[in-house]
C-alpha cells in the first residue's frame, strides 16, 4: 500500500513557476514509476510527465516537453514537477501516480490556477 499526498499548488500569472511535491509513505518507493497527471475543469485526466523507479529515465507529454521536468528523490520518498512558463490553459488539479505491475495509486491532487 502506498498513500501519495501532493502539495505545492496554488495561483499564478501566466509565465510563472511552480514546483509541486508528492511525498509517498509505504515502502519499496523506488520499485514504482511515478508520474503526474492532471485534469482541468470539465475535461478528462491526462498524463504529464513520468520517470521511472531509477530517476534516470523521464517521459513528458508534448505540450509539457521544454517547459516541466519531473525528479525524485528515492532517499526521501518523494517525487516533484517543476513548471516554469505557464500557461492559463495549464489550469487543473494535479494527480500524483505510483503505478508497478499489478498496482497502481493516485494522491488526492493539489489545485493550480494560472491567471492570464
Known amino acids: 500500500q502506498v498513500q501519495l499526498v501532493e502539495s505545492g499548488g496554488g495561483l499564478v500569472q501566466a509565465g510563472d513557476s511552480l514546483r509541486l511535491s508528492c511525498a509517498a509513505s509505504g515502502r519499496s518507493f523506488s520499485s514504482y514509476v511515478m508520474g503526474w497527471f492532471r485534469q482541468a475543469p470539465g475535461k478528462g485526466r491526462e498524463f504529464v510527465a513520468a520517470?521511472?523507479?531509477?530517476?534516470?529515465?523521464?517521459d513528458y507529454a508534448d505540450s509539457m516537453k521544454g517547459r516541466f521536468t519531473i525528479s525524485r528523490d528515492n532517499a526521501k520518498n518523494t517525487v516533484s514537477l517543476q513548471m516554469n512558463s505557464l500557461k492559463p490553459e495549464d489550469t487543473a488539479v494535479y494527480y500524483c501516480?505510483?503505478?508497478?505491475?499489478?498496482?497502481?495509486?493516485w494522491g488526492q491532487g493539489t489545485q493550480v490556477t494560472v491567471s492570464s
Open positions: 501516480n505510483a503505478r508497478r505491475p499489478g498496482a497502481g495509486y
Open positions: 520517470i521511472n523507479g531509477k530517476g534516470d529515465s523521464t
